[in-house]
């Protein structure tokens, strides 16, 4: 189980709005209770696979959140220096008008688990929103309540955990960001952490599904002349493929998925035209990541909609659906053997 050996605590205001910093001299002190609550607040929201690692356009050196937190591992006793660093470069990243102050946490981690190995970790998380709470007091005769305004446990705004591992090439980065909506948003993400995603099973498996539902609802129409239900049956044999492999194989895929050699050919082109485009680089052959192929099939719904009266789904065997059209126009004709 993750231990938190130190926490340090800053405010950080709006800097466009001239709201203050705040620095801390000295580090929290916590029990053991307290600590089993701050350990769920951090760390209950990071549920997803997905890493990153810092980056930089000239050198990993010049990149800010990367320097203090490598003097953190270096010499744990930096905690609270580098803490004030950390709290200053994100002051004068809050230069949005809508970005709003909170309190900024750095926590020094121990025994933290990434794909089954154990690393100390640096934390680095913001609450920006407070909820208000009922307090009850029984008083003589009956009872008082007041409210106040707190941090709610369960809802951490903004989040991220450095591993200390991997770090020539940027660590391991693991983010929350709760309240990503509009560009402010973004300063997190982009202009504080300055991070890209980590190029492993989880990116590969996520991209390469991405491109193929691309490829299959938008490119196909435009290049071939395909039906609504062969798109359909692509997209589930696509996911099928996926769910069936531990490892992914491009030649594989495409010459048990796609089948036809003009369409397998221009799945090739396009995916070059797409790593182009998007700026990544998708491997041809890669471990599958369970989870990024969970959340990524949620968006390969294979639906036929007919005008605003009707919605086909289909799950699985292509043979039985046909298309074609009389006198009162198109139609689907559809066999099944019970009706549910």
Known sequence: MPNIKNIILHKVGNKHLNEDIIISKKELIVNDDLKTL???????????????????????????????????FDDTESLHEQSVNLAKHLYNQSIHPKIKGGEFYVVYFENCNL???????????????????????????????ESREGININKLDKGCLIFNTEKDSGYVVS??????KGAEAQYWIDDFLHI???????????????????????????????????????????????????????????NEVIQQPEIID???????????????????????????LKKQARIFKSVIKLDKNFHIYIHGNRGLIEQGADEKGKYYKVYYQKEE
């Open 175 to 180: 983010i929350v960001d709760n309240t990503n």
């Open 38 to 72: 701050l350990s769920h607040y951090f760390l209950s929201a990071f549920k997803s696979e997905e890493c990153f690692h810092f980056y930089h356009d000239v050198n990993l050196s010049l990149h800010e959140v990367y320097t203090y937190v490598s003097d953190i």
């Open 266 to 292: 221009r799945f090739h082109e396009y995916k070059n035209n797409y790593q182009q485009e998007h700026e990544i680089e998708i491997a041809d052959s890669f471990s599958i990541s369970e989870s990024a």
């Open 115 to 145: 794909n089954g190995e154990t690393h100390d970790a640096v934390g680095l998380f913001k609450s920006e929103n407070k909820d208000t709470f009922l307090e009850i007091e029984q008083v003589s005769g009956g009872f008082d309540i």
């Open 196 to 254: 890209q995603q980590r190029k492993d099973e989880y990116y590969n498996t996520q991209n390469l599904l991405t491109l193929t539902k691309n490829f299959v609802t938008k490119e196909l129409p435009q290049q071939f002349d395909i039906s609504k239900a062969d798109q359909a049956d692509l997209l589930n044999k696509s996911v099928a493929f996926f769910k069936g492999k531990d490892d992914f194989d491009l030649n594989e895929f495409t």
